[in-house]
């Protein structure tokens, strides 16, 4: 967790594979991190999602935003977090990797966002960084 957090806010997609507590790892790294994101951290959980296509609108709802006239879902998004200094949390992404272009989207065209995703497989994007989240030790079952 600490590991994590030394990466943010400069690294601004980092993904973690490997299977155990990705999604625990990623909620206390985000609580730990909120003081560095004074616009907003934000948790989405993907999982539900069967269709790559409906992760911006997803992420959208999560935000609040009601899409603006003449604007596409995408374009909505991409106003809102342009100027924000926000931490989002993707949770199992690899539901939906068809949509890792759109995060790339998000993360060019908005300066100040850092993006988390959680994910058994890398999104395959510039300026992503891998953080292998090691197997927990655990004591045996009786």
């Known amino acids: 967790m600490v590991e994590i957090s030394n990466f ?9 594979t490997g299977g155990v507590g990705k ?25 539900p ?19 603006a006239e003449g604007q596409t879902p995408p374009e909505t998004l991409r106003a809102y977090l342009r100027e924000k200094r926000l ?27 850092s993006v988390l995703v959680t994910s058994h497989a890398p999104l395959r994007v510039r300026g992503e960084q891998e953080y292998t989240v090691p197997l927990s030790r655990c004591p045996p079952r009786l």
């Open 8 to 16: 943010l806010p400069e690294v601004r997609l980092l993904t973690g």
């Open 49 to 67: 999602l069967g269709d790559s296509a409906l992760v911006v609108l997803t992420v959208a709802q999560s935000l609040r935003l009601r899409e």
């Open 87 to 113: 931490l989002l949390v993707l949770d199992n992404f690899e539901h939906v990797l068809g949509a890792a272009p759109e995060v790339a989207n998000l993360i060019e065209t908005c300066p100040r966002l």
């Open 23 to 47: 999604t625990r790892l990623a909620i206390r790294t985000a609580r730990d991190a909120a003081q560095l994101f004074p616009d907003e951290t934000v948790f989405v959980s993907l999982a």
